[in-house]
T-cell receptor, first 110, second 110 residues
Framework: DGGITQSPKYLFRKEGQNVTLSCEQN?????MYWYRQDPGQGLRLIYY???????QKGDIAEGYSVSREKKESFPLTVTSAQKNPTAFYLC?????????FGSGTRLTVV | DQQVKQNSPSLSVQEGRISILNCDYT??????FLWYKKYPAEGPTFLIS?????DKNEDGRFTVFLNKSAKHLSLHIVPSQPGDSAVYFC?????????FGAGTTVTVRA
C-alpha cells in the first residue's frame, strides 16, 4: 500500500533542543516537500527537494534544515534557531504537480 | 505576501444543497490549480485540479471553474453531504511548488 509515513504523530520539545521529524515515502516520487500549518493559515513551504542530494529553501526555511540522502526519505530538523516551532508539520511527495501528503506531525514546544 | 487567498474562512450549507468555495490569486505565472480537503489532525487529500488552459473540470459531485482574466477559481460541490464537512484548501502551482490559501471550513447541516 503506497503512501507517505510521518513519525511521530505528536512531538514535544524543550526550548533550545533540536528535533528531527521523519518522512518516508514508497511512491517512488522524485520530489518531496515540507510544509508548516498554523491555525487560520494555509500551508507554507519550508524546504523542497526535486532529486536526491539536492534541496532548496522554501518561503520559511529559517531555523530548519533537511537532508535528502535517499529517494524515499526527507527528514526535517527543527533547530533551536526556529523562534516559534509549535505547529503542524506536513510532508508531501509528488511526481508532477499533484502532491500526496502524509498525516502530519504536531510539534509542541514545552 | 499571500499569492492565493480564500476570503471566506467558513461556509455553512444544508445537506443536499450546493457548496461554492472561492479562491483568488495574484501570480499570473500559476499554471495549475488544485483543491485539497483536510480533516483535523490529518494530511490534506487531493480533490480536483484544473490546468490554466481550461475553464472547467468536473469529477462526480465536484466541479472547478477557472476565470483567468479575473484570477479567480471556484469549487462547486453538488449535492453537499455530511462527509463533506472539512477544511478545503485552494492551491496554485508554478515549477511544481504549491502556494496555498488559508482554507475554508465547510459545515454541512443535516
Amino acid at each position: 500500500d503506497g503512501g507517505i509515513t510521518q513519525s511521530p504523530k505528536y512531538l514535544f520539545r524543550k526550548e533550545g533542543q533540536n528535533v528531527t521529524l521523519s518522512c518516508e515515502q514508497n511512491l517512488n516520487h522524485d520530489a518531496m516537500y515540507w510544509y508548516r500549518q498554523d491555525p487560520g493559515q494555509g500551508l507554507r513551504l519550508i524546504y523542497y527537494s526535486q532529486i536526491v542530494n539536492d534541496f532548496q529553501k522554501g518561503d520559511i526555511a529559517e531555523g530548519y534544515s533537511v537532508s535528502r540522502e535517499k529517494k524515499e526519505s526527507f527528514p526535517l530538523t527543527v533547530t533551536s534557531a526556529q523562534k516559534n516551532p509549535t505547529a503542524f508539520y506536513l510532508c508531501a511527495s509528488s511526481q508532477g504537480t499533484v502532491h500526496t501528503f502524509g498525516s502530519g506531525t504536531r510539534l509542541t514546544v514545552v | 505576501d499571500q499569492q492565493v487567498k480564500q476570503n471566506s474562512p467558513s461556509l455553512s450549507v444544508q445537506e443536499g444543497r450546493i457548496s461554492i468555495l472561492n479562491c483568488d490569486y495574484t501570480n499570473s505565472m500559476f499554471d495549475y490549480f488544485l483543491w485539497y480537503k483536510k480533516y483535523p489532525a490529518e494530511g490534506p487529500t487531493f480533490l480536483i485540479s484544473i490546468s490554466s488552459i481550461k475553464d472547467k473540470n468536473e469529477d462526480g459531485r465536484f466541479t472547478v471553474f477557472l476565470n483567468k482574466s479575473a484570477k479567480h477559481l471556484s469549487l462547486h460541490i453538488v449535492p453537499s453531504q455530511p462527509g463533506d464537512s472539512a477544511v478545503y484548501f485552494c492551491a496554485a502551482s508554478t515549477d511544481y511548488k504549491l502556494s496555498f490559501g488559508a482554507g475554508t471550513t465547510v459545515t454541512v447541516r443535516a
